[in-house]
């Protein structure tokens, strides 16, 4: 009923950058907050960064002024630029959408299937 697509993920050097795309489909009434989460090997999944249901975006210490999360909501798509990479950003990088469906009304969140960052040093 719902599907959310990743996209952008690939090899880059350290001090690069990746700009990585979340896209949502389906019967979607409404969306609400929308967020980036990453898996490192033998780490747990951590939150990197989130847009909040009321506009307003958090982000992890880690990224802080080098990660930029945007959404163009026309097209039900979030953004995570990522700027000055580094070696310890490489990871599985995962979407998460927070949606309203009918039939009947209810919230359900939303992943997606993951793209993998690898920044070299």
């Known amino acids: 009923q719902v599907q959310v697509v990743e996209s952008g993920g690939g090899l880059v050097q350290a001090g690069g950058s990746l700009r990585l795309s979340c896209a949502a489909s389906?019967?979607?009434?409404?969306?609400?907050?929308m967020g980036w989460y990453r898996q490192a090997p033998g780490k747990q999944r951590e939150l990197v960064a989130i847009?909040?249901?009321?506009?307003?975006?958090n982000y992890a210490d880690s990224v802080k002024g080098r990660f930029t999360i945007s959404r163009d909501n026309a097209k039900n798509t979030v953004y995570l630029q990522m700027n000055s990479l580094k070696p310890e950003d490489t990871a599985v990088y995962y979407c998460?959408?927070?949606?309203?469906?009918?039939?009947?009304?209810?919230?359900?969140?939303?992943w997606g299937q993951g793209t993998l960052v690898t920044v070299s040093s």
């Open positions: 847009f909040t249901s009321g506009g307003s975006s």
């Open positions: 389906g019967s979607i009434v409404s969306i609400g907050a």
């Open positions: 998460n959408v927070g949606v309203i469906v009918a039939g009947p009304y209810r919230h359900l969140e939303v």
